[in-house]
């Protein structure tokens, strides 16, 4: 039985491989690495190759010495803007970001990833000046994706109805399906009257994935762990994903037909992947 986890960071000071076997042995079969923020970095080079690099070397390293599938997801993190505003000007901030964006591109057309992400705006109130470039960046990157027929992981404030209609026009602004768009950190908002044909990436607590399922299986769960030693288990653990799968499959509250379709239909459609 296959099962996904469409976002997961690690980080080489954290508990990098034991948190991936603690994944596997919990029934964990696959997962999204997804680039965690190194903005010291980025302000060091004006570039995001290095942090690309970083985390690909880590999936190796994953793959030669744990039997599981791991896939990567590269992009210029939102809120490196505030850290690259506090040293350089408007216009070279934005040509950096944009810049990150071409160098994931190029890393998603040559097959090294599967999507652009995690990329978008501030997770928190930020003034007006920070949404309109942040957009501008991220529309840029939409743009990308597109090209090179990937979809993008968007980071945003919380996510409401209204939001995801902002998010699917901006996609259609340079032709980028609302299927492409995956919503990171997403509340079970199911229905295509609430995501706007937006896929939701759903944070896996429990009352999520009961509530999600209550309306369908066009989602994918994710637990957003950070691998921050001083913060262990956040957001949610490695093994949160698969625990409460098989748990609900045991207690006959979900079916196997419901997991091939959350855990392998959908991802494999959304990022053209095949998950074995």
Do not use: W
Request: with cysteine; hydrophobic share 35%.
């Amino acid at each position: 039985m296959i099962i996904f986890d469409n976002h997961l960071h690690l980080q080489r000071d954290g508990r990098f491989l034991e948190a991936v076997k603690e994944f596997k042995k919990a029934g964990g079969t696959h997962f999204v690495l997804c680039q965690y923020p190194m903005p010291n970095l980025v302000l060091k080079e004006k570039s995001y190759k290095s942090c690309y690099h970083q985390t690909f070397k880590m999936a190796d390293e994953i793959r030669t010495s744990i039997d599981i599938g791991v896939f990567v997801t590269v992009g210029p993190y939102p809120v490196d803007y505030l850290n690259l505003i506090e040293k350089f000007d408007r216009d070279k901030v934005i040509d950096i970001m944009k810049k990150g964006m071409d160098e994931a591109a190029v890393l998603c057309k040559e097959g090294k990833c599967i999507a652009i992400g995690e990329i978008g705006r501030p997770h928190f109130p930020v003034d007006e000046t920070v949404i309109k470039d942040s957009n501008e960046i991220l529309l840029y990157g939409m743009q990308k994706a597109k090209d090179v027929k990937v979809p993008v992981v968007l980071h945003t404030e919380s996510t409401t109805p209204e939001s995801c209609k902002e998010f699917a026009d901006l996609g259609k602004e340079v032709g980028l399906k609302p299927d492409k768009i995956i919503k990171h950190f997403s509340p079970p908002l199911i229905l295509k009257d609430e995501n706007h044909g937006l896929m939701p990436s759903i944070i896996a607590s429990k009352k999520n994935i009961l509530k999600a399922f209550s309306k369908g299986t066009r989602f994918m769960l994710e637990t957003d762990y950070i691998d921050d030693l001083k913060r262990p288990g956040a957001v949610l653990s490695p093994k949160t994903i698969p625990k409460k799968m098989l748990s609900l499959l045991e207690n006959g509250i979900i079916s196997e037909d419901q997991i091939y379709k959350i855990h392998k239909e959908n991802p494999e459609k959304i990022y053209n992947i095949c998950l074995n």
